[in-house]
């Protein structure tokens, strides 16, 4: 049967799939509309059954802090290439898929992709989105953060690349706009300086093994006698925490302070007992875990 104009209009803008897609669809369906999209999110699911071997490496990371300050989401969406990443329909997507975290908080990227929020459901809105542009695209990890009588700050490098948000705990409620931007420098430290971990008893102990037998080795090596091999190993393990533990870490804004200055500096003027609670530091050439 004759496709019309206005049929694979609508069916475009229902879908936002290319025209020639769209036309073939409806031919294919003979003029069923409903059809028709089914046949584009097969041709998605079909695209990225496709390309999923290949790398996808580029896209956005989101945040958004909510609940006034008592909740927070990190979110990753991938593509394999930055021109798609900067793309209205990724860019859309991405934030679709940020306001479905939001409203649901799933436990997992399988229990978001069951999820449908304004009648659109994820994992159909992601094969669509495949199937029109035709690269690999993900979800790759999201996080969540909460914290009780505390706040949360946010913060997004300049082309959303990488993203962090870092929580604080015991702040005095007439003090949270004063502790905001206090917050959100140490939330672009985060983004600069990579820390670990922000206290040193946080840090995993096979990693301090690992650095402790490294320095021993290389004292070794340069000679130094063995009864002195775990002094000096312990002296370059606090050079390690220093570099690696947020609060000690030299504060890349004012290199006079420490990252800990800043919350003792608050806490000593608001006579406070504010503390940095968790963080979560994501990019896009991380390690997915």
């Known amino acids: 049967m004759a496709i019309s104009a206005t049929q694979v209009k609508e069916l475009r ?10 036309k073939k669809a409806l031919e294919e369906a003979n003029g069923d509309f409903q059809k028709a999209i089914e046949l584009l999110r097969k041709k998605g699911a079909a695209v990225a059954a496709k390309r999923a071997e290949k790398v996808a490496n580029e896209g956005l990371i989101l945040t958004r802090v909510f609940n006034n300050g008592s909740s927070a989401v990190i979110v990753e969406i991938n593509c394999e290439t930055d021109f798609v990443a900067k793309s209205e329909d990724f860019v859309n997507f991405a934030n679709f898929v940020l306001d479905t975290l939001v409203q649901n908080k799933p436990a997992d990227i399988n229990s978001l992709l069951q999820l449908s929020m304004n009648g659109k459901n994820v994992q159909d809105e992601l094969n669509a989105l495949i199937g029109k542009i035709g690269e690999k695209i993900q ?17 997004i490098h300049h082309g959303s690349k990488l993203g962090v948000i870092v929580s604080a705990e015991n702040v005095p409620q007439d003090k949270v706009s004063e ?11 985060i983004a600069a300086m990579r820390p670990i971990t922000i206290y040193r008893d946080e840090v995993d102990k096979s990693i301090i ?3 402790l037998e490294i320095y021993k080795e290389l004292a070794r090596k340069e000679g130094k006698p063995e009864q002195v ?3 000096i190993a312990v002296g370059k393990l606090n050079k390690f925490y220093e570099e690696n533990c947020l609060i000690e870490q030299i504060f890349v804004k004012d290199n006079s302070k420490k990252v800990g200055t800043l919350i003792e500096e608050f806490n000593k003027k ?20």
């Not at 803008?13 to 769209?22: R, S």
């Not at 502790?179 to 430290?189: C, F, H, R, T, Y």
Request: charged share 35%; proline share 2%; with cysteine.
């Open 13 to 22: 803008d229902k879908t936002g799939a290319g025209m020639v897609d769209c």
């Open 209 to 211: 093994e690992k650095e």
């Open 229 to 231: 091999l775990e002094k």
């Open 139 to 155: 979800i790759s990890r999201f996080a969540f953060e909460n914290v009780e009588n505390g706040l949360i700050v946010d913060y």
């Open 179 to 189: 502790l905001q931007p206090i917050l959100k420098d140490i939330a672009m430290q």
């Open 270 to 289: 608001n006579n406070s007992q504010v503390k940095l609670a968790r963080f979560k530091r994501f990019h896009l050439s991380d390690e997915k875990k």
